[in-house]
């Protein structure tokens, strides 16, 4: 015969909640499982397990931050990608990387990308981009590319924003920008970086021929030898090539945090600057000008209706 009870429901709660709250105060092998925060999304989860796959490799990093790059080629497609913890909030994360309009601000930092249009007089989801040499002084004279604009996954804990353009210049095709980022800690992210595109036949003869003229003598970040004096020997040809332009993207992307504290009337003449001085830090691999030039050329960009 089942034992009846006159205690009050309310009053039971609140013997069950005061209960809990010692379990968690007091055994943290049960506070676990009856205290644990909110599981972690599936797509922070994963990202969050290369991060610890890379673990080593970001703290051993030869850019004296935990930063990896890496490439790939095969299937006539080019792949560059940058894996970095930086030190911004996810919050803030989040807050550029959803904003087709703040992407714009950021790509322009990139020399190569001379114009790119992402409001009102845009579609929705469209950010129209020119890409160009990088002393070229005329937008109209660059290659224009359409990209779509698509915020793939956002959650508390995850974003996932991925760029594409069918057409690129000589002959490319199905450009690609993804940035992934998970929060690692209440002051730090862990961002994962990825630019690619395909290529035929006449992309690779013209590659070829870059790569054989101007662009001989430029190298990537991946090492794959020592010299007999013990100096690091970097991937060159097409993978150097995606290897350099995926770090200027990512740079750019760290410019543009930086520049975020400064008040709103010099944030574009500091992102400049910043970017500037990023890629410095790597001349082997991006100097490509001097700042003057450099600073000229975008602020001449930037000013252009």
């Known amino acids: 015969m089942p034992i009846r009870t006159s205690m009050p429901h309310k009053f039971m709660r609140h013997i069950v909640s005061f209960a809990l709250a010692m379990v ?3 055994a943290p092998a049960l506070a676990a499982v009856c205290c644990a925060t909110p599981a972690m999304s599936p797509e922070a989860t994963a990202l969050r397990g290369k991060h610890d796959g890379l673990r080593g490799a970001l703290a051993n990093s030869p850019f004296k931050r935990p930063l990896v790059v890496q490439s790939s080629e095969a299937n006539e497609e080019l792949k560059g990608e940058v894996y970095a913890i930086v030190d911004h909030p996810f919050k803030t994360t989040v807050q550029v990387l959803q904003d087709k309009s703040r992407w714009c601000e950021v790509v322009m ?18 950010m129209a981009i020119v890409v160009g040499r990088k002393a070229q002084h005329l937008p109209e004279k660059g290659y224009k590319m359409d990209f779509t604009f698509n915020v793939e996954a956002l959650s508390a804990d995850y974003v996932r924003v991925h760029m594409a353009a069918r057409e690129g210049p000589m002959s490319t095709r199905d450009h690609r920008v993804t940035l992934q980022a ?63 332009n995926a770090m200027r993207y990512f740079l750019a992307i760290e410019a543009y945090f930086g520049a975020m504290s400064a008040p709103t009337a010099q944030q574009q003449e500091k992102r400049l600057q910043d970017w500037f001085a990023l890629t410095e830090e790597h001349p082997r691999q991006l100097h490509e000008m001097e700042r003057d030039e450099y600073l000229a050329i975008k602020r001449r960009e930037l000013a252009t209706p």
């Open 109 to 126: 930092l990139h020399q190569n990308v001379k114009r790119c249009r992402a409001g009102s007089e845009t579609p929705k989801d469209r």
């Open 182 to 244: 998970a929060p690692l800690d209440a002051q730090r992210s862990f961002i994962h970086l990825s630019y690619g595109y395909s290529f035929g036949g006449v992309a690779r003869m013209a590659t070829q021929a870059y790569m054989t003229t101007a662009g001989r003598d430029k190298v990537g970040f991946t090492v794959t030898g020592k010299t007999k004096a013990g100096e690091p020997v970097f991937i060159n040809g097409v993978r150097g090539m995606v290897e350099r």
């Open 24 to 26: 968690c105060s007091v």
